[in-house]
Structure formats: structure tokens, C-alpha cells
């Protein structure tokens, strides 16, 4: 507890927060210079000057204040003016064309996948819930600037991100306001890690914050809360259903056998019931464009191509695809077969396990985003400062020699220690 004071006494420091915001400027700078993306220069010109001045108004006036106009400034001109332009004219990255197009295709044909796709923009790689943030494009269309705004995917996947991340902070700091979270969750906003995923495209965001909520209901012992929001993040992307068995490995080592299998069954009965019909009915369509297509298996490659390990290894041939593919099931297998043998104890640590596991896959998989490490980055980072330091976390005694047994938990914030 005395170096996690330490450690927020050297993050706190205006000199510490000043070297953040400059560094967050210089990456930011780049992307007008390196990025060939025309939403990621339009980024980087709006966000580079509102890093700059978050340094200086750190650098200038008195701590408490500098540190809320530092971040005002910042999430200003790093995500409300970017996501504003960009959203009134019109430009985003390919996935926002696809979650609106899917839901157009989900009311009219009842399917959110096109029969033959062609092109890159025609695949749809998401799970069918996927499609419920294009429903505010269908509903207000893109005539008038009140429509192109407020009708866009990314607004309604940010709203999303931050609603789940407030939840998970008042399920963790119970009794706290919920405004002692606005300026962490501004701060987190405005860094490049969240602003520019949420301000070209998004689409991850709301999946990073149901996962968080998930772990946050998990810790709390909320089991039926826990299997219906893991149940929307399973239908949500493939990438999210790692987060299932952490969490009911959470939920049964905190509060035991019983409310793990009440968070496991809503949680599977309601995933099966939204991708059930879905697979049963569009088999070709779900198996081509939600499995092979961001495996790299189908003619039409992902744009997904930065260069992790798997792509790198995919990039040599065929037999460089096979090996990436089969480092990704054995990375899978490890962290399978490791998760039992350490189970986690605390929504910190239960996302710290879902983080280390989702950047193995992204690492190693065919195709992938550096962008996508986003994900397991706020996995990391947020429940960290949701967490209050020190809390008691009690491991529920389950054998009978247990309960005779006089056990002390010794306190610790992400692991769980029992003398006896």
C-alpha cells in the first residue's frame, strides 16, 4: 500500500503529467508525417496542440485546477473537435460503413451479413449485436449536420465505452460520488490510447467497456449481471469471449461454485439465442466473413496488417499463415490450461489475465492492428484507478477443513494470501 501511495505521488507530479501530455503530443505530431490515413492526419493535426497546451497549463498553473484544464484541453481538440469534423463530413474508417450498413442489412433482410461479398468494406467480421450501434444511422439517415452526428456509429460506441467504465467505477469505489471518476475517465479519454481509436473508428470501445463491467460485476459478486453482460460481449466479437471464462473463474473463486454457474448460464443461453439463429440460418455467411476473414483465410484479405508477429509470419506463405495459425492455438491452449491452476482473485487481476491473453492473440494472429492493444491496455490501466488501494479481498472458504480452519486474509490489491 505504501508503494502504490509512492507511485501515485510520482504520477501526480506536474513534471510526471507535463512528460505525458508532451509525449502524447509528439505521437500525435507524427501521424500528420508518417500515417498515409487521411481520419488519422486529421487526428493528429486537431490533437497535437491540445497535448501541447494540457503541458503547459500543467507547467502553469496551481496543481488542482492544472490538472482538470490539462485535461479539458486535452480531450477538447484530441477527441470532441476531431470526432465533430470527421463526423460531419462524413469520414471514418471502413468498420463504422460496416456496423451501419449491418444494421441497415439486419431490419430490411434479416441478416447483417451480405450474401457474396467482394470487397473488403462487404465483410462484416463482427457478431450480429454488433449491428445495434448502426441503428442510430437507419433511424435519422445522414440529411442535416444534427443527423450525420448524432446518427454515427462512433458516438454511440464511445457513449457505450464511458457508460461501462462509470458502472464498473461505482461498483468498485461503492459510497464514493461518481464524479471522483471524471477527471481519471477524462484523462483516459483524451490519451492517444482511447482518442484516436474512438475519434477515426471505435468499433472496439464498447467491447473494452463491457469487459471491464463484466470483471467489475464478477468482483462484487453480481452473478446474473455478470453472464447477461458477458452475454452482450460475446455477441459483440469473437475477441470478447476470453472474458467469460476469466470472469467466472473471478466470480468462483471470490463467492464460489453456485454463482458462477448462475453468471455461466444467462450467459450462454442469451449468447446461443442472438448468434444461434444466425449461424443456424447464415452458416457460409458467418463462417466466411466472422472466422476466416480476419484469420486471413478468405480471397479478399483483412486491412488489418501491421506488423505483429503473426502477420509477419503469414507475409512468407502459406506455411508462414500455418504457423501463425498454429502459434496462436498453442498460445490459446497455455493460457486455457493455466487459467484453473490461477484463478484470479480481484477485477484488477482477473483483467490483467484477459489483457496478457487477448495481446498473445493479437500478437500472433494472422492480421492485426497495433490499435487493437488498446483493448488490453484500458484492461490494464482502468481497473487500476477504479480500484481503491488496499481494499480486503476475502477468499470463500470451500472445504469443510477450510471452514474449521481460522483463516486471515492479508490485504493486498491484486493477489490474495491465507495464513492459517
Known sequence: MASTRRALRVVGHPVVQAGGWLTAAGWAAAFPLVSHLANQVAWGRFAAPGYLLAAVLTLTLPHGPAARAAAAAAALCAVLLPLGALALTGHHQSEVTVVERSATLLLHTGSPYLTDPTHVVDFNPYLPAMALFGLPRVALGAAGPAARVLGDARLWFAAAFLACLL?????????????????????????????????VGGVD??????????MALADRGHPLRTGLVLALACTLKWTAWPALPVALLLLHRRHGPKPALRAAAPALAVGAAVIGPFAALHPREVYEQVVRFPLGLTAVHTPAGSPLPGKVLAGLGPLGHTLSLTLLAVGALAVALWLPTHPPATAVAACDLLAAGLTVAFALAPAGRFGYLALPAVLVVWPRLASPPGRLVPVPRRRATQRRAAAVPIVSRDTVRTRE
Open 205 to 214: 470501445l464498447p467491447l473494452i467497456g463491457v469487459c471491464c463491467l463484466a
Open 167 to 199: 458502472a464498473g467505477w461505482r461498483l468498485l469505489r461503492p459510497g464514493r460520488p461518481l464524479r471522483t471518476a471524471a477527471l481519471p475517465l477524462t484523462v483516459l479519454t483524451a490519451s492517444p490510447l482511447v482518442a484516436l481509436a474512438l475519434t
